[in-house]
């Protein structure tokens, strides 16, 4: 994405951001259930128009979705753990990607420089499970090992601005 010059926008290919579409996209991380009426008055737009940018946003793949952001330990997840997985030297990513995916627990994965080819978040209900999620993890083709960080407490999660 770069600044498009003397606009105030920036252009990644044919989308184009400007400051306001900025502003509501910042709104929208720290509210998704806004209303267009309460994003207007914020933005300084009608609520026909806000409607009309965030469906644009929506449209060209810059706001993805809207989900509920839960109190993991409401739920019983009262273990989080990042698992860093070191691959062996003859791997299919794709396959190992799939795989990943299919295991309970893992929340989030990134793929990473370093000793490590993937960071996995976890987040389960106690230790049993996390061991769990770890053999699993470790019998997949392509694993040759894990290093796993337990999270003793989260100081935030999901910053925005």
Not at 81 to 106: F, H, K, N, P, Q
Request: proline fraction near 2%; include cysteine; charge should be negative.
């Amino acid at each position: 994405m770069r600044a498009a010059r003397g606009t105030g926008r920036h252009e990644d290919g044919d989308k184009a951001i400007d400051a306001v579409d900025q502003h509501l996209i910042e709104l929208l991380r720290a509210n998704g259930r806004a209303s267009y009426a309460e994003l207007a008055r914020q933005v300084g737009l009608s609520s026909p128009a806000v409607h009309e940018r965030v469906g644009k946003l929506e449209a060209a793949g810059v706001i993805t979705g809207y989900r509920a952001v839960i109190e993991p330990s409401s739920v019983g997840l009262d273990v989080t753990a990042l698992v860093g997985v070191i691959e062996s030297d003859s791997v299919d990513d794709t396959g190992l990607e799939a795989a990943m995916r299919e295991v309970s627990g893992i929340e989030d994965c990134w793929r990473v420089a370093g000793s490590e080819g993937y960071v996995l978040k976890v987040r389960v209900a106690d230790i049993p499970a996390l061991e769990s999620t770890v053999n699993a993890l470790n019998r997949i083709r392509g694993v040759a090992r894990t290093r796993t960080t337990v999270v003793l407490s989260t100081k935030w999660e999901g910053r925005h601005g």
